[in-house]
């Protein structure tokens, strides 16, 4: 079952160090979603991405966050100099077309120390 | 802007009573409505959705949803719930921009 693959599941960093994200989409989705999730909140979206493509970062924090979907390879969610408050579960989903529903990955779980 | 409200953030109730989970949106024009369902240690999949035509639209495992237009509500039920429901149910709003805006989400706890 070739579904979305969120790697690692769990990843823990010290405050400043870097954190990379990996998201392989469903096979023939080219439209890829991250959203972030803390505790006693719902799914923030942070960005959206078509291949080779930012469509929409409006949730993106301006600093220290970059995403990016190359034309081959997985989509990467990068956090710089991480800081406690990045600690959250981090998904990543997928869809076939911009109003198909989403498929979901299982998520990062990022713990920065 | 889009944006979805769960009023019930925490739900519990006794295996074979009914389910009734409230979602609000508001966004002016056209919507796709979705809920989604995550099962503890599992991701997020789709119960169902609603595009248009009739607005009681039917899901997986006994849900259905009803979307009224007037009332800006895409509540979800469930007649006799299971202890296998046992979840977080999410409910997301599509206004159009192709960037889906999820509530915060309710937890249910279904006793045996």
């Known amino acids: 079952n070739a579904g979305v693959m969120q790697n690692p599941r769990h990843l823990v960093r010290r405050r400043g160090q870097e954190a990379r994200l990996r998201c392989s989409p469903m096979?023939?989705?080219?439209?890829v979603y991250w959203y972030r999730q803390l505790p006693e909140e719902g799914l923030k979206f942070m960005v959206y991405?078509?291949?080779?493509?930012?469509?929409?970062e409006s949730g993106m924090p301006k600093e220290r966050f970059s995403a990016e979907f190359p034309k081959e390879g997985p989509s990467i969610l990068r956090i710089q100099q991480v800081v406690r408050g990045d600690s959250a579960a981090y998904f990543c989903?997928?869809?076939?077309?911009?109003?198909?529903?989403?498929?979901f990955g299982n998520g990062t779980r990022l713990t920065v120390t | 802007a889009q944006s979805v409200s769960q009023h019930n953030h925490h739900v519990i109730l006794s295996e074979a009573a009914s389910l009734e989970l409230g979602c609000n949106y508001s966004?002016?024009?056209?919507?796709?409505l979705f809920w989604y369902v995550q099962y503890p240690g599992q991701h997020l999949q789709l119960l169902l959705k609603?595009?248009?035509?009739?607005?009681l639209v039917k899901g997986i495992k006994g849900f259905e949803a009803e979307f009224i237009k007037s009332k800006f509500s895409f509540n979800l039920r469930k007649p006799s719930v299971q202890w296998s429901d046992t979840a977080e149910y999410f409910c997301?709003?599509?206004?159009?921009?192709?960037?889906?805006?999820f509530g915060r989400g309710t937890s249910l706890i279904v006793h045996p």
């Open positions: 966004y002016g024009g056209t919507v796709n």
């Open positions: 989903a997928s869809s076939l077309e911009g109003n198909s529903p989403l498929h």
């Open positions: 997301a709003v599509n206004g159009g921009s192709y960037i889906p805006t």
């Open positions: 096979k023939g989705h080219s439209h």
């Open positions: 991405l078509q291949k080779e493509n930012i469509i929409d």
């Open positions: 609603y595009f248009s035509g009739d607005p």
